[in-house]
């Protein structure tokens, strides 16, 4: 007989019975009584790594937040400081107010009318450049500049230094600084005079720079109130010999040279005094390098301009000594003044300004005008006003650097 298998299932045995497969089906553990471990049932497990996946997610989103937020800060310093450097020079006849505020920002002078202007305003600068003479700075300003850091020559400055000294503001001028302005405007805000000898307009430019203009338009109101007394004397003591027609003489080892304009000529010009004859139309002035040309410093006044240097003083005996010289209208008036070349053509500034006209009262006979104490030079200098207008000797002046003859030399 042939064994056919069911296709049902087969059926469950009863209990107590034995299965005829029982013997082939392996044999069951024992039974254990007591608790057995629960295990977590699989939707908590899949909740608890979702929380921790999130977690992980707002961590690194946090992270990279912080990392942006400081890189955009970064970013937008750098831009506000290159906002802050650029396009801010300007010329003395239109230069933007860089600083507002009464504390006057870290400032530097590449000039010597920058730095007189400044201790005119009150404001000591962190950085000054060498004085021509008097070396390293004139002598008029050396209390008020005690301590401050030179960055060189004025018509070289030690850019280095310049940044190394990390200033708020720097004060140029066009004259000497023209070729050096994208590296400076690199350094900090700077801001350029037009000339070197234009006293008023360096005044107005540091003021502006500094937050200092009702400083200065207090000093220029005290100057135009000293022109004024000064220029009503005059002409007062003079008559009908006034004006003068005034020369500015500076001798040097090998020439002699007139100047006609700069910081005195302008001065000069501003008191009501003509130029001389030779002049007219001259330029910056006149190299003169024989004596048969003194009859070019015929004048009613000369101004005579010396340094403490054997050869100087050797030229100037040799040009006075002279017959032409003793011809001259001047000499002949006995109106021949040696003054502080330091004030007249050096300075460059409001107070060496202030100076020369001491020397012109002084040399006139007049009695100067007394200045309010807000108006007073030991005002900015903390020193009395007499104490600057005594000129100075020059201890070195193989120092000096000779300029060619159509270049300013200080302020002149």
């Known amino acids: 007989m042939t064994f056919t298998p069911s296709l049902r299932p087969p059926s469950q045995p009863s209990p107590g019975s034995r299965s005829p497969f029982s013997s082939l089906m392996p044999p069951k553990p024992p039974h254990r009584s007591g608790p057995q471990p629960r295990q977590a049932p699989?939707?908590?497990?899949?909740?608890?790594?979702?929380?921790?996946?999130?977690?992980?997610?707002?961590?690194?989103?946090?992270?990279?937040?912080?990392?942006?937020?400081?890189?955009?800060?970064?970013?937008?310093?750098?831009?506000?400081?290159?906002?802050?450097r650029s396009d801010v020079s300007a010329d003395s006849a239109a230069a933007a107010t860089v600083v507002s505020s009464a504390s006057a920002p870290r400032l530097i002078t590449l000039y010597q009318g920058g730095t007189d202007s400044a201790v005119a305003l009150g404001v000591t600068p962190i950085g000054v450049v060498d004085a021509w003479m008097e070396k390293p700075t004139y002598r008029y300003l050396r209390?008020?500049?005690?301590?401050?850091?030179?960055?060189?020559?004025?018509?070289?400055?030690?850019?280095?230094?310049?940044?190394?000294?990390?200033?708020?503001?720097?004060?140029?001028?066009?004259?000497?600084?023209?070729?050096?302005r994208p590296l400076l405007e690199q350094i900090a805000p700077t801001v350029f005079s037009?000339?070197?000898?234009?006293?008023?307009?360096?005044?107005?430019?540091?003021?502006?720079a500094t937050g200092r203009e009702a400083r200065a338009e207090q000093l220029l109101a005290c100057w135009d109130d000293r022109v004024a007394d000064?220029?009503?004397k005059i002409s007062t003591?003079?008559?009908?010999?006034?004006?003068?027609k005034a020369a500015?003489?500076?001798?040097?080892?090998?020439?002699?040279?007139?100047?006609?304009s700069g910081f005195a000529g302008s001065i000069l010009e501003e008191l009501g005094f003509r130029q001389p004859d030779a002049a007219?139309?001259?330029?910056?002035?006149?190299?003169?390098?024989?004596?048969?040309?003194?009859?070019?410093?015929?004048?009613?006044?000369?101004?005579?301009?010396?340094?403490?240097?054997?050869?100087?003083?050797?030229?100037?005996?040799?040009?006075?000594?002279?017959p032409l010289w003793q011809r001259l209208t001047a000499t002949r008036a006995d109106r021949v003044y040696e003054v502080d070349t330091v004030n007249w053509i050096m300075g460059g500034g409001i107070l060496a300004a202030n100076a020369m006209l001491d020397d012109l009262y002084r040399h006139y006979g007049l009695a100067p005008q007394a200045l309010s104490p807000s108006c007073a030079r030991g005002d900015a200098l903390g020193e009395e006003p007499s104490a600057i207008k005594e000129p100075s000797a020059v201890k070195?002046?193989?120092?000096?650097?000779?300029?060619?003859?159509?270049t300013d030399e200080g302020a002149a």
Not at 150 to 161: A, F, I, M, R
């Open 42 to 84: 699989s939707v908590l497990r899949s909740l608890l790594l979702v929380l921790g996946l999130f977690a992980g997610v707002l961590a690194f989103v946090a992270l990279a937040l912080l990392a942006g937020m400081l890189l955009f800060a970064g970013a937008a310093e750098a831009d506000i400081r290159a906002d802050t």
């Open 143 to 180: 209390k008020a500049l005690d301590g401050v850091e030179h960055v060189g020559l004025e018509t070289q400055p030690n850019l280095e230094k310049v940044a190394w000294l990390d200033p708020g503001v720097i004060v140029a001028t066009r004259f000497r600084h023209e070729r050096v």
């Open 194 to 208: 037009s000339t070197v000898s234009g006293f008023k307009d360096s005044l107005e430019l540091v003021a502006a």
């Open 230 to 232: 000064l220029r009503a």
């Open 237 to 244: 003591a003079l008559g009908n010999a006034w004006p003068q």
């Open 248 to 260: 500015v003489v500076r001798f040097k080892s090998d020439h002699v040279r007139l100047y006609s």
């Open 280 to 322: 007219n139309d001259s330029g910056w002035g006149m190299k003169l390098t024989s004596e048969e040309n003194i009859p070019a410093l015929d004048a009613d006044v000369i101004f005579v301009l010396l340094e403490d240097d054997p050869a100087i003083e050797n030229t100037y005996r040799h040009w006075t000594a002279h």
């Open 396 to 406: 070195e002046p193989s120092a000096v650097k000779e300029p060619s003859p159509t």
